[in-house]
């Protein structure tokens, strides 16, 4: 066994899982092979082989993890439904008078969304196949037009039911259901800034979102309004089904979890897109998708053992600690790490191994657990928008018609004005606290 001491085992761990991700392995392999390597060198194949096998058998059998394959069960089953294209056709004759209407739609409907899917890949695959077609066929710029359907598909992960929510929640000591309802108020405070920015974008560029024409808007108030309160009754029933169960105390989160698949399915039964196939794709997806959450949770929470075994912990809480600037210039140094990460790594890699080292350090500067909980989950809606590793742009260029030439970097043209954004947002909830407290606070 060999003595490295704390402070050159945490430059090994951290800078190991850094050349891993350059070097282009998977996140899951690189952050459990270097914890592996390290832990193996300082204490042995007995400690690190019963740490690994402890700590990972204890994740995967989290009962809280189990909402994880529901919800994006859910998700993938509701987008098979249709429900968000008749919310699009609905809004569409509200808003489409309106310079950047349909970008206003898009965010719209992102955020209703949200509340339903809780799945980056599927509600930001949705809003690329709806809204860009429409939207540049009327002639809005190709940045704003992907930019928008970005920004409001990654509200799917902050809006409960979030899978980050409930990846987040054991893994800093917070209820899950506090969690779903500090994140309803910033997740619709970011939505109300996009359709500002919107807005005001196309007030001094109207040529970028140009309205749409009368003759196709030209229906009757009573048709508009039946056919919005139409295509609201499902993802309100799904919406209810899920929260108001969490809300009224009737079931727990993984329950709630639960009702939502079942929902989504009757859903699908109901419009008729419920097929043997459709099952089980969405199996598969659900599969797919939950196996390499779960790896990536395994892996890390056997790194974190590692970790805080070495004393690496306090190596970290001391440095942050030692910053100038008080709490605050902690606070903000944890905050631009966060951001940072986001560049190059998954956010599920960030909440798993950063969340149980950085959670410490909040407590002992005195913050309110829920609120610096909710501060680096909206943080980490910017890690979907900032290049290299950005999964939204990635989902919207793929999703995007071939015949309209989209290219990578109009995508990326489009979401740096919702970056900033998301940081005002981060000032705000700074400013107002409640803004995150006041619902949990009345709810729990």
């Not at 066929?137 to 409930?166: E, H, Q």
């Not at 109300?192 to 229906?219: F, H, K, N």
Request: include cysteine; glycine fraction near 12%; aromatic fraction near 12%.
């Amino acid at each position: 066994m060999i003595d490295f001491g704390p402070e050159l085992t945490t430059i090994l761990l951290f800078g190991g899982i850094l050349v891993g991700v350059l070097l282009g392995y998977p996140l899951a392999i690189a952050v459990g092979a270097v914890g592996f390597i390290v832990g193996f060198l300082s204490f042995g194949p007995g400690i690190v082989g019963d740490m690994y096998y402890n700590r990972m058998f204890n994740q995967v059998t989290n009962y809280i993890l189990l909402a994880v394959p529901f919800f994006i069960f859910m998700g993938t089953m509701l987008e098979r439904t249709g429900v968000a294209e008749q919310l699009y056709d609905a809004l569409y004759l509200w808003f489409g008078g309106l310079r950047g209407g349909l970008a206003i739609t898009t965010i719209l409907i992102g955020t209703v969304m949200a509340a339903c899917v809780g799945v980056i890949a599927a509600s930001t695959m949705m809003l690329s196949l709806i809204a860009i077609p429409a939207m540049l066929k009327r002639g809005y710029s190709k940045p704003l037009a992907t930019g928008c359907v970005c920004a409001g598909g990654t509200l799917g992960i902050l809006i409960p039911p979030s899978i980050m929510l409930v990846v987040y929640g054991p893994m800093a000591n917070i209820g899950v259901g506090g969690l779903f309802f500090g994140a309803f108020i910033p997740g619709f405070l970011l939505s109300g800034l996009y359709i500002t920015y919107i807005i005001i974008w196309c007030l001094i560029r109207p040529s970028d979102g140009p309205s749409v024409p009368a003759e196709e808007r030209q229906v009757s108030l009573a048709y508009k309004s039946l056919l919005l309160v139409k295509s609201l009754v499902p993802p309100l029933l799904l919406i209810l089904a899920v929260l108001g169960s969490i809300f009224f105390g009737v079931a727990a989160p993984t329950e709630a979890a639960a009702v939502g698949a079942l929902a989504a399915t009757l859903l699908a039964i109901a419009y008729r897109k419920f097929t043997f196939k459709a099952l089980m794709e969405t199996a598969l997806a659900t599969i797919k998708h939950s196996g390499m959450i779960l790896l990536i949770a395994s892996l890390s929470f056997a790194f974190v053992g590692v970790f805080i075994r070495s004393q690496c912990g306090g190596v970290v809480q001391d440095f942050l600690l030692a910053a100038p600037g008080g709490k605050w210039g902690v606070f903000f140094i944890i905050m631009f790490i966060c951001f940072i990460l986001g560049m190059f790594i998954d956010w599920i890699g960030i909440v798993f191994i950063m969340v149980p080292i950085i959670t410490p350090v909040g407590a002992a500067l005195g913050f309110d657990p829920l609120w610096f909980g909710m501060m680096i989950c909206v943080n980490l809606q910017m890690s979907f928008l900032t290049p290299p590793f950005a999964y939204a742009i990635f989902f919207v260029k793929a999703a995007s018609p071939k015949e309209f030439g989209v290219e990578t970097g109009d995508v990326i043209q489009g979401v740096i004005p919702y970056i900033f954004l998301i940081m005002i947002g981060l000032v705000l909830c700074i400013v107002f606290p409640q803004l995150i407290l006041w619902l949990p606070s009345m709810a729990l």
